[in-house]
């Protein structure tokens, strides 16, 4: 497989719940752990399961049990492309897991997850298999599908629906589309909706509407959202003076950049380093 599945159990390793260019799926089996993503704390607690993102994200393990016991499965990002099922519903599902990452599972859907995980570590152990790639993809693609069916039913158990309105298929792309350039880095120097809307041969207008009917937010809260969670990690892990990083991001100077911060961090940039 080539690095593209890991599987871990180890804690020392587990600790970071995280590699890079890949999507993390955990199950917590017993204790719990408190971390922090993006700056939100969250729990992890015995039963539930958690995906991280691909994106780089702010990750860090803040506190666990003695008991804490969790089964962590690494996939590359794009061996998830390739095993995602052709249902719009996986980009609803991917936004949803910017703002929590984890689902607390019931009793059956516990017993799924589970299930899912051995048969993934079982098949990976039968390398020898002809097809080995084909059925990890086809293993993959079972346990993103029973994601989907946790997250809608934890979503309509709080009175909503993640598969109402339904999202036509050119506009499931043109968000995918329109979330690879974030994700690549472009809002490190444009910030534009017309930008985006011209790289894509679509009107802003146009864009924003189909932002908003994919995710419910705004083009416009996409840009923001990866350039003040990007700032954020470079003011916490580098040691780049505050001109240096308006540079960085494009800023005509570094009052800009303070004020840029201010607003969408609520702080500035020498409060937010402490």
Same mark, same amino acid.
């Given at each position: 497989?080539?690095?593209? $599945? $890991? ?43 958690? $995906? ?15 008991? %804490? ?15 995602? !099922? !052709? ?90 589309? %329109? ?43 996409? $840009? ?47 409060? %937010?380093?402490?």
């Amino acid at each position: 497989m080539d690095g593209e $599945i $890991i599987i871990s159990d180890n804690q020392a390793d587990v600790a970071k719940m995280q590699h890079g260019g890949y999507v993390t799926h955990a199950l917590c089996s017993g204790g719990s752990c408190r971390f922090r993503m993006d700056e939100k704390a969250f729990t992890l607690a015995g039963g539930d399961c958690m $995906i991280v993102p691909q994106q780089e994200v702010a990750f860090s393990v803040e506190s666990a049990s003695a008991d %804490f016991a969790v089964e962590v499965i690494y996939v590359r990002g794009d061996f998830v492309q390739v095993a995602t !099922p !052709p249902t719009n519903y996986g980009t609803r599902g991917h936004l949803a897991l910017f703002e929590n990452p984890v689902m607390h599972l019931g009793d059956k859907q516990r017993q799924v997850c589970a299930l899912n995980f051995d048969y993934l570590r079982r098949r990976l152990a039968i390398d020898t298999h002809n097809f080995h790639r084909d059925a990890m993809i086809n293993a993959v693609q079972c346990m993103i599908i029973d994601f989907f069916d946790f997250h809608v039913e934890l979503t309509r158990s709080l009175g909503g629906d993640l598969l109402e309105p339904q999202v036509s298929s050119q506009n499931s792309k043109l968000m995918q589309q %329109f979330l690879a350039m974030l994700e690549r880095g472009d809002f490190r120097q444009r910030r534009e909706v017309g930008y985006y809307a011209n790289a894509l041969c679509v009107s802003a207008k146009y864009l924003s509407e189909v932002c908003k009917r994919v995710s419910g937010q705004s083009a416009i809260y996409w $840009i923001t959202r990866y350039t003040s969670l990007d700032i954020a990690r470079q003011l916490r892990t580098t040691d780049l003076t505050v001109e240096q990083l308006a540079d960085l991001y494009g800023f005509a100077d570094a009052n800009y950049f303070v004020r840029y911060v201010r607003k969408n961090l609520g702080t500035t940039p020498s409060s %937010f380093r402490g």
